[in-house]
């Protein structure tokens, strides 16, 4: 039962460190699983786990992960849904099942459950993370099959692109030719860029600062009308001039740590505007004009992660229109690589900064950003 081998993995040690190591799996739970990691993606939140955040214990990052079933014991070798060699994706939320946020169908607010890719090497089995050869399949985990012939290096966007999605459609309740805002060029906001074209956004606009400048052209490529550099035009002009003074209908904010971002793009939001706000600002406070917002019944809301229908939505699309991702390009690393991948992303490593990345633990060649 589970007895699986050793596993490297690129293990996330203290801030700005990661080591490549060997990990024996201890203290097997009963029930689960074993998942050949065959990639996982970089996502945004890897690089301030590295980069920014206090790390008490050792972990393994990465949730944006893709693999292969190669064991099944317990309550989930019962699984109809679920067989040795299937190929899946997680979500990262490792729900409870049993608190009422989980029972609501709200799994991915659970506070009591765990999470793929921020779960210390201590808490058992260990291997909780997408860094590595091999993740544990908890009996609670949710599972989505991945669609035949969709290649493994493209399948870790089903994250930002199905946030992307259910952001529009579930949080903004986008209608068709309505204008659309995105705050910030990152791969969940170039994310967001592309379901907006999807889904029959009329005048779509992004946003960055100086430095985002391929991000800005992938934007466009991604189907943006506008591209604006903030740190050289006045944002409140130019969006107010292509909406014919009538502001945005949907603005989505992914910038991390942008505190004035409420307080600039409230002028800009449409009468009974939406406004979706998804990047962390660390604590800090956002200040926001009330009167604005009671005088155009703006509504302003948080979301964290997705619809989990919009996950199965985001890999049938990356499956059936590869090619419309081409933008977010095919960087790809080994677990030895793995820190030189996340200063990438961060922008502190040599070259230009990758839009995306991928980890493959079993060993493709490293892409070139």
Not at 309 to 325: H, N, S, V, Y
């Amino acid at each position: 039962m589970g007895q699986q081998a050793t596993t490297t993995a690129a293990v996330l040690t203290a801030t700005q460190t990661v080591e490549t190591r060997v990990i024996e799996p201890r203290a097997i739970p009963t029930n689960g699983g074993w998942l050949h990691v065959d990639a996982c993606g970089m996502c945004g939140s890897d690089w301030n786990w590295y980069a920014n955040r206090p790390i008490p214990e050792p972990m393994i990052l990465g949730h944006e992960i893709v693999g292969t079933v190669t064991e099944l014991w317990g309550s989930l070798a019962d699984r109809p849904d679920l067989q040795v060699g299937d190929r899946i994706v997680l979500e990262e939320a490792i729900p409870c099942g049993a608190c009422a946020l989980c029972l609501s169908g709200r799994h991915r607010l659970c506070r009591t459950g765990g999470r793929y890719g921020g779960t210390p090497i201590s808490t058992a089995p260990g291997l909780w993370g997408g860094y590595a050869e091999t993740v544990f399949l908890s009996p609670r985990a949710t599972v989505h099959p991945l669609p035949n012939h969709l290649d493994p290096i493209l399948a870790p966007l089903f994250i930002p692109v199905s946030n992307g999605l259910s952001w529009l459609q579930d949080a903004a309740h986008l209608r068709a030719g309505e204008s659309v805002l995105i705050l910030g060029p990152g791969q969940h906001g170039l994310a967001t860029t592309v379901a907006a074209r999807k889904l029959g956004a009329g005048k779509v606009m992004v946003v960055g600062r100086d430095g985002d400048e391929a991000r800005l052209s992938a934007a466009r490529e991604l189907g943006a009308d506008l591209t604006l550099n903030v740190d050289f035009a006045s944002i409140s002009e130019v969006v107010m001039d292509h909406t014919r003074g009538l502001g945005a209908d949907v603005i989505v904010d992914t910038t991390p740590m942008w505190t004035d971002a409420l307080s600039t793009v409230m002028p800009l939001a449409a009468v009974s505007a939406r406004i979706i706000v998804v990047g962390a600002k660390g604590g800090q406070t956002s200040p926001l004009d009330t009167d604005t917002l009671h005088r155009k019944e703006i509504t302003v809301r948080g979301v964290a992660a997705r619809e989990s229908r919009a996950i199965d939505a985001a890999l049938q699309w990356l499956a059936t229109e590869p090619k419309t991702f081409a933008p977010f390009g095919g960087y790809t690393v080994d677990l030895d690589h793995v820190e030189e991948a996340l200063l990438a992303l961060g922008g502190k490593g040599p070259g230009e900064r990758p839009l995306h990345a991928v980890v493959v633990p079993n060993g493709l060649p490293g892409g070139t950003p």
